[in-house]
């Protein structure tokens, strides 16, 4: 039996007929045709297809679109504005934090909802915020480069260097 | 991985919700953070024919105190919990369990009903309410019923819920002054299920002597274990190295530990009898500056 659901997704209301089972990662990328929000694992396990409910960054494959209803949504799409990177992405851009690719936009939306809670993180409640996101390339330390770059951003301080570190 | 069609019901109110639980008996499953039963339901391990989504029902998400009680909401996220001040000046403990659950997206979904209501001996929370002593509020269609937390769990992913029952409320007794509490848990990595997991409270009076202890180990039982012979070895005397190191001995063995590839039998054995003396330590460090 079909359900009848309205989703704001970036911004953009959405209303639209879903069967219960349907995850909300499938609603987002074959219905919204938005596949900048990934499946890695499927499992719950890796983040790739974090997104942000109601500005708390959630697991879009352990979620039923259904339960998305009356809530608003923000995937990757919507991070940039007007073509100008927001500064996370300019932090990864900068700092080498991503290789492939593929686990960016979970990093950058459940980073989003970090820096908004705790917007100046230590290294620790850095790698502490992010252990539910898996990277297969990086190593992770110029992710944590790119969110320290992104909150000094943010904050107006200077900028750290970001020159590779040999370590 | 999609799991398998099924009738979808968001209920705004209690009584809503037990109604239909009520019509669709055996069929229905309630949904709360979804983060046990959707993957389950993704592998097909659960096949209900009806989701009771309980998540629009308001009143469910509280974090008070009241009448000497700590009261949780079946609904509270563990995110809520991980940052629910009150809560943590009482019972530390609980900083140290939502830290260990999962990760913060899951975190950010999984409650503190669920996490009960699976039955899943390996979750972290059942550990946490034997140790201190927790009551588990249900409602079903009779009302409310209370349920001691030792007659809580029954086996491998049962408990004492009926059908047609909403756990709606866990009640925590506030202990006197001189009360410390901690929890840890062994993982192969960030966010994995406990290879060994111990949660602790004591009491500590004046008089250095040991009034009360509560001690429950994660995931080395097919069920939630409430480590008997370790508390009484605690209890009405000062704390000791001696008193200390027969508790953990005590839970090393009347756990019941299954190899699998977290580790070995001894292996667990082992692990329980040192993290039941850290969180002893622990607790009783916390009782002292409180
Ligand atoms: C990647 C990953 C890692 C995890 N790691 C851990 C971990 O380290 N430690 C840990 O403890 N947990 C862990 N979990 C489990 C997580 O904490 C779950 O959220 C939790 O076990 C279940 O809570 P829920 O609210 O999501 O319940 P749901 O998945 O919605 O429900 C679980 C079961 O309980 C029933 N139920 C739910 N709420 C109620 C209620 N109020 N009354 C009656 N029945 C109810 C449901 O019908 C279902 O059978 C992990 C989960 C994932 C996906
Ligand atoms: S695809 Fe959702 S967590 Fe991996
Ligand atoms: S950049 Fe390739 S998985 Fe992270």
Sequence with gaps: MLKEITVTVNGEKHTLEVEPRLLLVHMIRELLNLTGTHIGCDTSSCGACTILMDGKSVKSCTILAVQANGKSLTTIEAVAVNGELSALQEGFKENHGLHCGFCTPGMILRATELLANNPNPTEEEIRWGISGNLCRCTGYNNIVKAIIYAGAKMRGEELPSTEPQFV | ?290
């Design chain 2, 1 to 290: 991985m999609i799991p398998q069609s099924f009738q979808y019901e968001s209920p705004g109110t209690l009584a809503e919700a037990i109604q239909l639980l009520h019509q669709y008996g055996d069929e229905a499953k309630i949904l709360s953070g979804g983060h046990s039963l959707i993957p389950m339901m993704k592998l097909r391990f659960a096949t209900p024919e009806v989701l009771v989504d309980i998540n629009n029902i308001p009143g469910l998400t509280h974090i008070v105190e009241e009448n000497g009680k700590m009261k949780i909401g079946g609904l509270a996220r563990e995110a809520e919990i991980e940052h629910a001040d009150l809560l943590i000046k009482r019972f530390p403990i609980f900083k140290d369990v939502t830290k260990l659950i999962a990760d913060p997206q899951v975190r950010n979904r999984g409650t503190i009903g669920g996490n009960l209501a699976h039955g899943d001996a390996a979750n972290d929370h059942p550990a946490v309410m034997l140790a201190l002593n927790a009551t588990v509020i249900a409602t079903g269609a009779e009302g409310t019923r209370e349920i001691p937390i030792d007659e809580f769990f029954f086996g491998f992913y049962t408990t004492a819920l009926q059908h047609g029952e909403i756990l709606t409320e866990i009640q925590i007794p506030v202990p006197p002054s001189g009360t410390g509490s901690a929890y840890h848990k062994l993982e192969r990595k960030v966010g994995d299920y406990a290879t060994a997991g111990v949660a602790v409270q004591i009491t500590i009076g004046d008089d250095g002597i040991v009034k009360a202890a509560g001690i429950g180990l994660t995931n080395v039982n097919p069920t939630p274990l409430r480590a008997v012979r370790s508390e009484q070895a605690l209890i009405g005397k000062p704390l000791t190295e001696h008193s200390i190191a027969e508790a953990a001995q005590y839970a090393s063995e009347d756990c019941n530990p299954s190899a699998d590839l977290r580790g070995s039998e001894e292996y667990k054995r082992a692990m329980v009898a040192v993290l039941v003396k850290r969180m002893i330590h622990e607790a009783a460090n916390r009782a002292s500056n409180n």
